[in-house]
């Protein structure tokens, strides 16, 4: 899994289409730190969750998930 992950890091320059990456604060399987492999790359906006886990939503994150989710639309519309 870990030299996957390698591989998949080192393609990421390669995206070119916007993407939300939406992390849980309380995540134990993806750890917000993975957050600052993809801080400041072109294409990706990320987003911690707070009291979020990797399948447990608070309503409050859900709305943050709702929002990222029509922010992404609205940019991939804009360069359509």
């Known amino acids: 899994l870990f030299a996957k992950a390698k591989r998949v ?3 990421l320059g390669l995206i070119r289409v916007p993407c939300a990456v939406l992390l ?8 917000p730190r993975t957050a600052a492999l993809l ?9 911690m969750l707070e009291n979020a ?3 447990l939503y608070p309503p409050q994150a859900l709305e943050q998930v709702r929002a990222a989710v029509r922010a992404l639309v609205q940019t991939a519309q804009k360069t359509d």
């Open 24 to 31: 849980g604060q309380k995540d134990e399987l993806v750890p």
């Open 9 to 11: 890091r080192s393609l």
């Open 53 to 55: 886990a990797h399948f």
């Open 39 to 47: 801080r400041g790359r072109e294409n990706f906006r990320v987003q």
